[in-house]
Every structure is written in C-alpha cells, then in structure tokens.
C-alpha cells in the first residue's frame, strides 16, 4: 500500500519572477506527478502586484506566505509550516533566494536549520555556494573588506544550512567542497536535471533562423557588452549580414535598468531584440528556432539552468571556459566552444566558427541534448522523497 505524502516546497515561483522560479515550477510538478505524494503545496514569494497564479491541477496548492529582503521571512515560513505539518519540506535556494541585502538573505537561509528543529523533516538544494563565486567579479569588485565579511558571513550561514535534515549540491566540486569541511552532515551530489527529456523533434542548425540568443538576469557578473560588440563584429562578415540577437530575460534586482538602458540605445537595431522575461512555454521554441546560444559571463554562481536548456534544445553554446562551467562539463558531458570572459574578439571567433563549421556544430548539439537526457527529472525527484522518508 503506498503511502501519500505531503510535500511542502520553499521556492521563488511563477508567475513571480525571482529566481529560481522555473525550478520550483518543475519540483512541484515532478513532485506531484508521484502515486506516493498526496499533495504538494508551494510556499512562495508574495508578488509585486495582483496576478493569476497558474493553473496546475488538483495536487499543488500555492501559499504566498514571504517576501524577498524582508526581515520576517523565518517567522512567516514557520507559521506556515506549522499550520500545514508536511511530511517533508525542500527549500529549492540559492544565496540571494530570500534577499539581495545581507541580513534578509541570511535569516533566510537559516529557516531550513529552524524547521528541522520544529520536528519537520526538511531538505535543501542548494544551487551556489559563495565559495565558488569570485566575489571580485561581482558588485563587490574592488571592496576587499566587504568581500571579507561576505565571505565570514556566508560561512556561518553555510554551516547553519547544513544543520537541515540534508543538502544537496549540483556540482561535484561542491559536493567535495561540502563534504570536507562538514563531515558529520549528509550532503550529497544531485545533478541539476533535465526537465524536458521527451524526444522532441530534431530540427538541424543549418535549417534554424541564423539566429544567436541569450538568456538570463542580466548586470552583474552577466553581462551583455561583450556580446553586442561581439554580435556588431559578426555581422559584418560576409554572409552573415543577416545575423539576429535576442536577448531573453530581466534585470538582475541589484541593477534595476540595466536592460532599459541598452535597449534603449539599440531601439534603431532591426537585428537586436529584447524579449523582456520569458514564461516556461516561451522557452522551447526561443532556444529550438537559433543556431548559438552565447553566455557573456565574468564569473559562474553554481549550475547553470540556462545552459541545461540550451543543451536539451539543440542550440551550440558559447560560453567561458571558467569556474563552475568546467566543472558543470565535465560533471555532465556538455560540451561547447569557448572564449575568454570579456575578450570581445574571441567570442567574436567562437561565434563565427559555430556559424561556418556547420558539420561540427551540429555533432556538438546532438551530443550535448543526448547527455541533457541522462538525468531526468524525475530521478531528481525520487533522490529528494527518499531523503525525506528517512529523515
């Protein structure tokens, strides 16, 4: 006989914005789509303004309980969770999931720790570590004292974090990481997933739109110069006269009006086109319809979503071959070509050889869908339950 459980989930979700969201939408589905789960009810952020939550079905149930950089995060949560008494909770986090300023963020990230010692089996997945970020290819470039105390802050937090019921990483430098400096706590290396693992229809590079596109929450270590330039260098090759650039996603909220900035000054550009935030259903078809999805990087936060969807879509990426990249290619077996971060020439290069060399470009997307497909994320998911029933 199975026995149906409650899930509560801890997540940024949509139609909100924050990040993360689209994570959380697929935990929650991939949740409820199991016999043992009786429901799945979604602890999320409040929204900004009055908007209709999606309509998911009768097993998930969404609460707007806690708002991004508010201090009363923890209380709002607990409450919550005592009033529900799920069978587990998974916290779905990065390290700005509950705030952009340090004291949200961190009363935030110490719930986990509170409700594991309410009595409530609770897990996390935890998508970046400040440990492998460059904190000077942040917003904190050139702050040595403030970058010293984020970084003693964040070990604290960190070690508050390990005392949930378990964590997981989805790199394997994390995981390593993790588990030499807390030995007695239970981390664990999940990899991110591949949400869509259907086998869709393949659709050649050389028949796609020639059509370059990236995708993120853009101005801070994600940036958009390099790629503009880059993009300008392209097109006046030869051939490629009619190469198009869109550009997916938001600002990052320690940047507000980054975007509207270089929109604004490429609004004569018939070939540049901002999309603005891109909904799930969006996602597909953005990805499926270019040949090259570019990631304009300084620096790496943990795994990358983006270049996940890349991969199960069959564009090329391009991408820096640095930090969290590397060790997310050779965690996973993607694969793409590569440039220095910042160096507009070599993206330049990089794009133009993914154009011409149409026969190894194509190798590159096809073997880097079939490696998106090997976990699926549905054994995501069973990773998850089976933490939680023996907690």
């Known amino acids: 006989m199975i026995h149906s459980r409650k899930i509560a989930l801890v997540s940024a979700f949509p139609p ?53 950089n508010a201090l009363g995060t923890p209380v709002d949560l607990l409450r919550a969770l005592r009033s529900e008494r799920p069978d587990g909770i998974v916290y779905n986090l990065q390290m700005a999931s509950f ?6 963020a961190a009363l935030g990230l110490c719930t986990p720790l509170a409700t594991r010692l309410a009595g ?57 990481t993790m588990q030499a400096r807390y030995p007695g706590a239970d981390i664990s290396l999940v990899p991110h997933g591949t949400f869509d693992t259907e086998q869709r229809p393949w659709h050649p590079l050389s028949t796609r739109p020639l059509k370059i596109v990236t995708m993120g929450k853009f101005g801070t270590y994600k940036r958009l110069e390099t790629l503009l330039e880059a993009f300008d260098r ?17 600002d990052h909220p320690n940047t507000p009006g980054y975007m509207a900035g270089l929109a604004a ?65 050779e965690d996973e077996g993607l694969t793409g070509l590569h440039y220095e971060p910042g160096d507009v020439d070599g993206m330049a290069a990089a794009i133009l050889r993914g154009l011409r060399e149409t ?13 998106a497909r090997g976990m699926p994320f549905a054994e995501v998911i069973a990773v998850h339950m089976d933490k939680l029933q023996a907690a």
């Open 16 to 68: 909100g914005k924050g990040s993360l969201n689209e994570y959380g939408l697929h935990l929650a589905r991939g949740f409820a789509e199991r016999p043992d789960v009786a429901e799945v009810v979604v602890l999320a952020d409040r929204l900004d303004a009055p908007m209709a939550e999606l309509d998911l079905g009768p097993k998930i149930r969404v609460r707007r309980v806690w708002r991004f």
């Open 99 to 104: 705030g952009d300023r340090e004291l949200p």
């Open 120 to 176: 409530l089996p609770s897990g996390i997945i935890a998508h970046n570590l400040v440990t492998g970020v460059d904190l000077e290819q942040t917003l904190l470039k050139g702050q040595p004292v403030r970058q010293a105390v984020v970084r003693a802050g964040a070990s604290l937090i960190t070690r508050a974090m390990t005392g949930a019921n378990y964590m997981t990483v989805t790199l394997r430098s994390y995981a390593e």
């Open 234 to 250: 392209v097109r006046k090759t030869p051939g490629f006269e009619g190469l198009t650039l869109e550009i997916g996603g938001s």
């Open 265 to 329: 000054a490429r609004a004569e550009d018939p070939g540049v086109c901002f999309r603005g935030y891109l909904a799930e259903e969006e996602i597909p078809d953005f990805f499926e319809t270019a040949r090259i999805s570019v990631f304009d990087y300084e620096t790496t936060t943990g795994s990358s979503g983006v270049l996940h969807q890349t991969a199960s879509y069959g564009a090329l990426p391009v991408f820096p071959r640095i930090g969290d990249f590397v060790d997310l290619c």
């Open 359 to 371: 026969d190894a470009s194509e190798a590159l997307a096809r073997a880097n869908a079939e490696a």
